[in-house]
């Protein structure tokens, strides 16, 4: 059986644009927040989170101290210690990733412009030429006595997320964090209001609602 070893980082410089994180860490106030663990450095370390599927801050903050030099090569990015690791994940404000994450779908698509398109390999979203989108709710379990955003009883949820994901880049859209006292029907109108003509979206049952159904039928949305 042959083995074979792919290092994905190298390709994060030819990826990001220079000075991209950087640039949106200035005008977003997080680099004067930052001493030795800076902006970009959070960011691969958060990459590398997501592509290895890492268990905690141990397992991240290990693993970097130990090849600290092959991460140096990636724009001087530095290891992380676990307080600093923790600390900007609580303090560092979560405008700079959500621009960060959509200026990064806009480059995609300009330096590939099949980056969307090539996710439609196989099934039955090869018969579909338009953008496809669903959307859906995660219920996120809080505890009331800890949190003071649960507002209701313990046993019950606090918090619900409703997303809006593009089937093409398998990325998501559009997304909306509240208390979960709101029924899905009712969150569905402003996730949805940027689709745009002969588009298609898909919903659940719980989604059921006739007018925004019509509104979306007039604008030119297929559900």
């Known amino acids: 059986m042959l083995k074979q070893v792919c290092n994905l980082y190298p390709g994060l410089r030819r990826i990001f644009l220079p000075h991209l994180v950087n640039r949106l860490a200035q005008e977003h106030g997080v680099d004067k927040k930052s001493r030795t663990f800076t902006p970009w450095s959070h960011v691969v370390a958060l990459l590398y989170v ?13 693993s970097f101290k130990m090849h600290k030099g092959a991460l140096a090569t990636i724009r001087g990015a530095t290891p992380p210690a676990r307080n600093n690791l923790s600390y900007s ?16 779908i806009d480059c995609l698509i300009r330096q590939s412009p099949a980056f969307a398109l090539s996710k439609i390999r196989s099934g039955y979203l090869r018969r579909f030429r338009r953008a496809i989108h669903t959307f859906d709710s995660t219920t996120i379990i809080l ?7 649960a507002k209701q009883r313990r046993q019950k949820t606090a918090a619900k997320c409703h997303l809006r994901l593009n089937m ?23 996730p949805c ?14 989604y059921v609602d006739f007018t925004h159904l019509h509104e979306l039928t007039e604008r030119g949305v297929a559900e």
């Not at 303090?91 to 990064?104: D, F, G, I, P, S």
């Not at 505890?143 to 955003?149: E, I, K, S, T, Y």
């Not at 559009?174 to 709101?182: K, L, S």
């Open 50 to 62: 997501h592509l290895t599927h890492a268990m905690g801050l141990n397992d991240v903050c290990d």
């Open 193 to 206: 209001a940027s689709l745009q003509k002969g588009e298609i979206v898909a919903f659940d049952k719980a």
């Open 143 to 149: 505890v009331a006595n800890c949190l003071d955003r």
């Open 168 to 190: 093409q880049s398998i990325l998501p859209s559009y997304g909306i964090i509240e208390n979960a006292i709101f029924h899905d029907a009712r969150k569905a109108w402003d």
């Open 89 to 104: 994940k609580i303090v560092r404000v979560a405008a700079m990733a959500k621009e960060l994450h959509l200026a990064m």
